[in-house]
């Protein structure tokens, strides 16, 4: 059903009809269809292995994938609320989508042969975050010989070896934690490591730490902008630590995407994306610890293609794509914006 709704998103809970995320909006399925309790637990379990089982009921709560062979594939949660089993699935097609396809901006294309480094895509749950990361590695996949490790929680997209050849490790099943996975990929002969999330500074010393040592790494992080992406990092350690994590930063640091999501005039949704590129002078900005500058370095550096978020939405505004209030509601600087689509 989600599928021939082109819904994002099914949630499931006790004494609720199916709800279906589509186009960004929840939306009720049959709801005089109000499930039960058993119900529900018998088709969460029924969805798990038995680690899967014993892990869930142990600790409430647990990530994992669902495969439907010849249909589709989801990234599921499940918890429990008020005492009762729930579960949340999330989309995930089986084909995996372009660069173009999924309308990102042509930067994506050149971090493809990026040899070493450290990339962040990031924004909020629901941006599409994986999905960037997944067409970037599929390009690499079709077009370089390349050992790819991703570490995930749980695998999303999975990869079939084209040029490269691809390891897909999913917490639990594969690795016992991020910290493990992340101490062992060097020994793996990796060339590329994604990282499916950084929650925490351990991981993103490692991933500062595997980019620094020769190696391509992808990483995502629930940030808004490159700015605060910046911030985010430094922030995350103690204080003692930043002036090396700043130095660190500045010379791993190759670009971040911040994106969104946001709702079209004909009911679909668009991407919307943020493009930091480190130059040499973003480097010392970083290094300075002048973050607050960087803003106006995206903005005046349009011609190495970077952009603000606003400026990507004023120009969805200005092809008719999004309406204006939309773009207002999604951006970080609204004055910014409101000066580049102007006042009406």
């Given at each position: 059903m989600a599928v021939q709704n082109n819904s994002s998103d099914v949630h499931l809970m006790v004494g609720s009809p199916p709800i279906f995320r589509t186009v960004g909006r929840l939306e009720v399925y049959?709801?005089?269809?109000?499930?039960?309790a058993e119900q529900i637990k018998l088709l969460i379990l029924s969805l798990m292995n038995d680690l899967q089982k014993e892990m869930y009921l142990k600790n409430l709560e647990l990530d994992f994938s669902v495969?439907?062979?010849?249909k589709a594939r989801f990234r599921a949660n499940a918890y429990f609320q008020r005492n009762t089993p729930a579960i949340s699935l999330r989309y995930i097609p089986d084909k995996i989508p372009t660069?173009?396809?999924?309308g990102l901006p042509q930067i994506c294309h050149n971090i493809t042969r990026l040899k070493q480094g450290f990339v962040l895509v990031t924004g909020p749950t629901g941006s599409g975050?994986?999905?960037?990361?997944?067409?970037?590695?599929d390009e690499i996949n079709e077009n370089r010989s390349e050992h790819i490790v991703t570490i995930e929680d749980p695998v999303e997209f999975v990869h079939n070896n084209k040029r490269s050849f691809i390891s897909q490790r999913e917490l639990?099943?594969?690795?016992?934690?991020?910290?493990?996975?992340?101490?062992?990929?060097?020994?793996?002969?990796?060339?590329?490591?994604?990282?499916?999330?950084?929650?925490?500074?351990?991981?993103?010393?490692?991933?500062?730490?595997?980019?620094?040592t020769g190696h391509l790494v992808f990483a995502t992080l629930h940030t808004n902008s490159a700015a605060q992406t910046v911030e985010r990092i430094v922030d995350s350690f103690p204080e003692n630590q930043q002036d090396?994590?700043?130095?660190?930063?500045?010379?791993?640091?190759?670009?971040?995407?911040?994106?969104?999501?946001?709702p079209t005039k004909d009911g679909k949704r668009v991407v919307a994306t943020e493009i930091l590129i480190v130059t040499p002078a973003v480097r010392n900005t970083i290094r300075e610890g002048k973050t607050f500058q960087i803003d106006n370095i995206i903005q005046t550096s349009s011609n190495v293609g970077m952009k603000l978020i606003e400026q990507s939405l004023a120009e969805l505004v200005n092809r008719g794509v999004v309406d204006r209030a939309t773009a207002m509601e999604y951006a970080i600087r609204p004055s910014i914006l409101d000066k580049l689509i102007g006042g009406g």
């Open positions: 049959n709801p005089a269809g109000k499930m039960e495969s439907i062979p010849g660069i173009d396809e999924l975050k994986s999905s960037t990361f997944a067409s970037v590695i639990e099943t594969d690795t016992r934690s991020w910290d493990n996975a992340l101490k062992s990929v060097l020994r793996q002969d990796p060339n590329i490591v994604y990282i499916g999330e950084m929650r925490d500074p351990e991981t993103m010393a490692a991933a500062m730490t595997t980019a620094e090396q994590i700043v130095l660190q930063l500045s010379m791993v640091l190759e670009a971040v995407l911040s994106q969104r999501l946001i």
